[in-house]
Every structure is written in structure tokens, then in C-alpha cells.
């Protein structure tokens, strides 16, 4: 039982740690292929919005398995912080540059992945209390 959950806890931090490294890979690009031809700025802000929204709903599924308290705002935290040290890594690449805009769209998406994230946990938890009760 213990080796199972260490595997779980070991898997949850994987993705973690994946996930940041495909957010490093694509901000070590001097230039991104623009997928939205005719719409400027949505690629850049989507793409931030959804790489950070993924970053924090795993932080909180990993926070989750160690029982960490108050895993949604210790995920917004951690997730922000990689933001913060990800535009920072920018400001070294060529073509790209440090924005602070840019890091309040990654501090927007994670606030919504993870309010999605703790309200469909909430809904969980109240069907499972509602089938307890019937």
C-alpha cells in the first residue's frame, strides 16, 4: 500500500516537473510558429493562459496527494513563482524579453484552472456526501 501511493505521489510530481519543462523548452524559442494568422496577441495570451492553467491544476493534484494544506493557493503560488522565473529566462533569449503583462495573463490562468479544478472537487465531494446519505 505504501509503495503504491509513493508511486502515485512520484507520478503526480512527474507531470510536474514535465510540464515545466515543456514551458521552459517553448520560452528557450526565439520565435514560436503563429498559429492565429490575422488575430495578434491571442497565440501569445492563449498560450499562456492554458500552459499556466495546466501547470497549476497539476500542482494541485500533486499538493493534493501529500496532504499538503490549502493545495489550490499553494498551486497559484508555486505556478506564479515559475511564471515570474520563466519570464526572467526570457530576458536571456533572443527575440524574446521579460513582460509583466505576460505574467499577470500566467496568474490568470492558473487562478481559473484552479478554481475549475476546486469547484468540480467540491461537486465530487458532494455527490459522494449526497450517496452516504441516501
Same mark, same amino acid.
Request: no cysteine.
Given at each position: ?5 509513493? =508511486? ?5 510530481? !512527474?507531470?510536474?516537473? !514535465? ?9 528557450? #524559442? ?10 495578434? *496577441? ?22 493534493? *496527494? ?23 529566462? #526570457?530576458?536571456?533569449?533572443?527575440? =524574446? ?12 490562468? !492558473? ?9 468540480? #472537487?467540491? =461537486? =465530487? ?10
Amino acid at each position: 500500500m505504501v509503495s503504491r501511493l509513493r =508511486r502515485s505521489i512520484a507520478l503526480r510530481w !512527474a507531470a510536474v516537473i !514535465a510540464w515545466m519543462g515543456v514551458i521552459f523548452f517553448l520560452s528557450a #524559442q526565439s520565435k514560436l510558429p503563429d498559429l492565429t494568422p490575422g488575430l495578434p *496577441g491571442l497565440e501569445e495570451i492563449g498560450g499562456h493562459l492554458i500552459a499556466y492553467g495546466v501547470l497549476a491544476a497539476l500542482l494541485w493534484w500533486a499538493l493534493r *496527494g501529500t496532504g499538503v494544506r490549502y493545495p489550490a493557493t499553494w498551486a497559484l503560488v508555486l505556478a506564479v513563482s515559475y511564471g515570474a522565473t520563466d519570464e526572467f529566462h #526570457q530576458s536571456f533569449v533572443p527575440g =524574446r524579453d521579460m513582460s509583466l503583462s505576460d505574467l499577470m495573463v500566467d496568474l490568470i490562468g !492558473a487562478s481559473v484552472a484552479l478554481l475549475v479544478v476546486t469547484l468540480l #472537487q467540491a =461537486r =465530487r465531494m458532494g455527490l459522494r456526501a449526497d450517496r452516504r446519505v441516501s
